[in-house]
T-cell receptor, first 114, second 113 residues
Framework: AQKITQTQPGMFVQEKEAVTLDCTYD???????LFWYKQPSSGEMIFLIY??????QNATEGRYSLNFQKARKSANLVISASQLGDSAMYFC???????????FGTGTRLQVFP | DAGVIQSPRHEVTEMGQEVTLRCKPI?????LFWYRQTMMRGLELLIY????????DSGMPEDRFSAKMPNASFSTLKIQPSEPRDSAVYFC???????????FGQGTRLTVV
């Protein structure tokens, strides 16, 4: 069975600082993808970054990077130089190749303060 | 492309009534997902389709819920009869192929009174 765990219900970070949002996963499928989404207070789901299980390098997209540690089954999101607009819910998700389901963790609410 | 389009954006209905939520996926996407989001249960996958065929409906909570995808450009999620505990935001998402990200619609906020 697939499972995504986000243990941080809420995080605070000061503007311009970096923050790490934790995500661990579980799957028996050797091929899978890991995703992070942002949900601002307006409610839409915004795709941020993707990491494939066979990718050798950590994914990066602008200020977002994914710290992928396959042996530990973790896929933490790092946001560098936080901005006030980064305040939102952040969801980690996984899609195993065989089941093809896209499942989500419970989310982490990030608040950026000046 | 306009993205995934859901309608209506808001729906208020009385308990016992039938509710139909609609979704138009991005053209060319092979996969369509329906999710329900609540504070208590987070984002739950209800059902997903591949090439218009339902693949996994294990997340559909009860027989009151049904979903169809009659063609590649349209899907519906129906609740009959609706109950107050069905109140939630329902998202539709589509993805182009296996193991890729999904793109979400704006969601339908359903309130059952």
């Amino acid at each position: 069975a697939q499972k995504i765990t986000q243990t941080q219900p809420g995080m605070f970070v000061q503007e311009k600082e970096a923050v790490t949002l934790d995500c661990t996963y579980d799957t028996s499928d050797p091929s899978y993808g890991l995703f992070w989404y942002k949900q601002p207070s307006s409610g839409e789901m915004i795709f941020l970054i993707y990491q494939g299980s066979y990718d050798q390098q950590n994914a990066t997209e602008g200020r977002y990077s994914l710290n992928f540690q396959k042996a530990r089954k973790s896929a933490n999101l790092v946001i560098s130089a936080s901005q006030l607009g980064d305040s939102a819910m952040y969801f980690c998700a996984m899609r195993a190749y065989n089941t093809d389901k896209l499942i989500f963790g419970t989310g982490t609410r990030l608040q950026v303060f000046p | 492309d306009a993205g995934v389009i859901q309608s209506p954006r808001h729906e208020v209905t009385e308990m016992g009534q039938e509710v139909t939520l609609r979704c138009k996926p991005i053209s060319g996407h092979d996969y369509l997902f329906w999710y329900r989001q609540t504070m208590m249960r987070g984002l739950e996958l209800l059902i997903y389709f591949n090439n218009n065929v339902p693949i996994d409906d294990s997340g559909m909570p009860e027989d009151r819920f049904s979903a169809k995808m009659p063609n590649a450009s349209f899907s519906t999620l129906k609740i009959q009869p609706s109950e107050p505990r069905d109140s939630a935001v329902y998202f539709c998402a589509s993805s182009p192929r296996r193991n890729t990200e999904a793109f979400f619609g704006q969601g339908t906020r359903l309130t059952v009174v």
